[in-house]
């Protein structure tokens, strides 16, 4: 998920590819990693758009290149994740994550979910 964040992935295709039930992929997945498959890949997702948009991407370009297909849902979920819309995100300065090295900006900037 982390490499194919961009591509449709669905939860029965990649608990085939673990040799699973999609039920029994869910549940182990959650445990290994705190959250649901479907909530992991669209923290993924959210994670590479803040980058796209520090950058100075559009927000509808931004959806697009992460692989999202709704607008709308990919700006709701990035502002239930971010705590504020993508647009709002890309028009505020990032210039103390533009400085820091890469590894040490995505550490710092990764979003997180609080449930």
Do not use: N, W
Request: net charge neutral; with cysteine.
């Amino acid at each position: 998920m982390d490499r194919d964040y961009a591509q449709p992935l669905d939860v029965p295709t990649m608990a085939t590819k673990a040799l699973m039930s999609p039920a029994h992929f869910s549940r182990e997945f959650k445990a290994a990693y705190g959250e649901t498959p479907y909530a992991y890949l669209m923290t993924r997702r959210i994670e590479r758009a803040m980058a796209l948009l520090r950058e100075g991407m559009s927000v509808t370009d931004a959806c697009t290149a992460v692989g999202a297909t709704s607008l709308g849902s990919f700006s709701s979920t990035f502002t239930e994740i971010v705590g504020e819309t993508p647009s709002s995100y890309r028009s505020r300065p990032h210039d103390a994550a533009e400085a820091m090295p890469l590894c040490v900006a995505k550490i710092l900037t990764r979003p997180t979910r609080y449930a």
